[in-house]
DNA sequence: CTCACAGCTGCAAGCGCTTCCAAAGTACAC
DNA sequence: GTGTACTTTGGAAGCGCTTGCAGCTGTGAG
């Protein structure tokens, strides 16, 4: 294997020169430059990540913690951050914490704080005090998408705000038996979120003078299966049914269209139906939804933690509110007519 | 920040001592051991990795690139490579080259050869022949999921066996009027599989004497969506119709199913529908399938990976085929009455 | 009691770069 | 021609560990 010695010999420069025409940093005459690269080339030598890192105590790797790669929201975050990394000349460290907590502790002890990485980007972490402790403690860049980290930065949506908006959506095309689910992610402690957007829910009910009917407040765990679970119990009940259905994700909202459909309901005119996300899917279900742009999302906060590093600014935390986009499709309409069917 | 010479001297030993003592390699008396263990959580210490890495050789890094962790089956494959690579202490640099051949080209030329991976596990990409021999230049063990890798260990299913034993379900239970949807990700030259897949459903139909009607043939992109497009050709074209579709993915059965339905078809009874993958939505539609266990494939590459770096073997490449299992939900029967509706 | 051998330990030489520093070269104005 | 202010270059000191080697200690056998 080449080292920077062979090159600096073929292209007759000293180490200190090769290394800094390799590396762009530094003033190098254009000749030599050239010279230096030329002789790389030839020679198939790139520099050692390894040594590079330990000289210059940069890394060009950021850790990347979700808590599982196989659901939407984090792969398309995932995919966004990636992209804007490997553009920036970045790597990525993938923390894909799915198992629980224990995989987590031992995530954050013995890889992140091992100075592996410059920065960090926490997606949906529900971390606990000492935890957010360990990761502030280590000094780095970091940032929180989708969850709170008191002390670090954050990219969020304003979840009340478009639970609202959604609610108001249904409110206004006169429906006052709506239901809402929401997200439960008890099996798997790392998610975040359900709290806020039942909230915006509620609040938009409130003000409209609309009771929340209990029994129309259900859960499931983001999935589509979960969803298609609940949204059964929710529409084959023996009790009223609502006629609208406002869900905290686009995976449920499409289980509860597919459940609605088990049981005969035509999508909008017996049930409307409306999400949050911004999922492929929704096209083929004409779901009408709030697209959050989750690769959006995963590309600001590499460029929030790239500024950062450069600048070398320790620039305080800030808290990003994304923009996100009301997207009306086929799944929301006035409530059947009067006669509707109530058992 | 602590360096292992503030360990040694509050354990009152040599450097040497504590990092044979911390790394667990060669040979240390208990005693040293136990001191230096606990002098290094006193400060809080621990390796530097990119030290450890430049003096010893090794990264600890197995570098995992797949065409997009957005989609089902990779980032399935992804989860169970993590999963095992997080326990065996290593970590996973991940590459997600789904902007096509530049985006791959310089995630080869810039990030893996620059030795920062002890392993590379490539998944279901179809890479040139110059791409390859880039990779097997390293000099690092190397296993592929799913797409060939002429000259580097791989693990896959045995697609045509399996596309065969699908079409011949539906064979047996008396289907002859039977459509295939291939993949096809032109759009993305990052694939792999839909002729092999395609292959066993001719061979399948052949041994049968079944002909195979080329416009029952059509093709997706392995998603829902794109399915659902191409179903809905097929199934609400004037020409007849089939009685049963052998899709290469879960995800197109699902999608194919959606446009089924649209069209007021009941599944079974006016359409069997089977896929391959072992999908979770599989569950709720009922869906006949088989199941490739996509996180057991990453769990075993990196194993292979992990003996192979142990044992420094260049063991020479090896090609496994993993275990698939056929699952029979309630997608597929027999074909309608000699009344079939045929329009 | 001595010797061979094995288990431990510490010294010091790197691993392959980056970067500080000082020296040398270059350009321009006076 | 001289002085000033840059730009460009090379020497060399690390970055924070790992590990070969040699010395030291303790053990059991002879």
Redesign the pocket.
């Known amino acids: 294997?080449?080292?920077?010695?062979d090159v600096a010999e073929r292209a007759?420069?000293?180490?200190?020169?090769?290394?800094?025409?390799?590396?762009g940093?530094?003033?190098?005459?254009?000749?030599?430059?050239e010279r230096a690269q030329t002789a790389a080339a030839e020679l198939g030598?790139?520099?050692?990540y390894?040594?590079?890192s330990?000289?210059?105590?940069?890394n060009h790797n950021v850790g990347v913690v979700v808590p599982s790669v196989h659901r939407w929201f984090f792969s398309s975050v995932v995919e966004g951050v990636s992209a804007t990394l490997l553009d920036a000349g970045y790597d990525l460290t993938l923390y894909n914490v799915s198992e629980g907590p224990d995989r987590r502790h031992s995530v954050l002890n013995d890889f992140l704080l091992r100075k592996r990485v410059d920065a960090v980007i926490a997606v949906s972490l529900e971390l606990s005090e000492a935890e957010i402790q360990q990761l502030l403690a280590i000094h780095r860049p970091i940032v929180g998408i989708g969850g709170p980290l008191p002390g670090a930065s954050t990219i969020r949506i304003n979840d009340s705000g478009i639970a609202e908006a959604a609610t108001n959506h249904l409110l206004r095309l006169g429906h006052t038996r709506i239901a809402h689910m929401t997200g439960d992610a008890s099996y798997q402690q790392d998610f975040r979120l359900p709290g806020t957007r039942q909230g915006g829910f509620e609040k938009a009910m409130a003000a409209a003078g609309v009771a929340v009917r209990p029994e129309w407040q259900v859960s499931a765990d983001f999935t589509i299966q979960g969803a298609y679970a609940s949204a059964r119990q929710l529409l084959g009940g023996a009790s009223e049914r609502p006629t609208a259905v406002f869900a905290a994700s686009d995976e449920m909202a499409i289980g509860t269209i597919l459940a609605a459909r088990d049981f005969g309901l035509r999508i909008p005119y017996d049930l409307s139906v409306i999400g949050i996300d911004g999922h492929e899917l929704g096209e083929v279900f004409g779901l009408t939804t709030i697209d959050q742009d989750a690769r959006g999302q995963g590309a600001l906060a590499v460029r929030l933690l790239l500024a950062g590093l450069e600048k070398a600014a320790d620039g305080g935390a800030t808290d990003t509110e994304f923009p996100t986009k009301f997207v009306v499709r086929s799944s929301t309409s006035v409530p059947p007519a009067d006669t509707a069917p109530v058992r």
Chains 1, 2 share one sequence.
């Open positions: 294997m080449p080292g920077i010695k007759g420069l000293s180490i200190a020169t090769v290394s800094r025409a390799l590396s940093k530094g003033n190098v005459s254009p000749r030599s430059r030598f790139v520099l050692s390894h040594a590079s330990l000289a210059s105590g940069r």
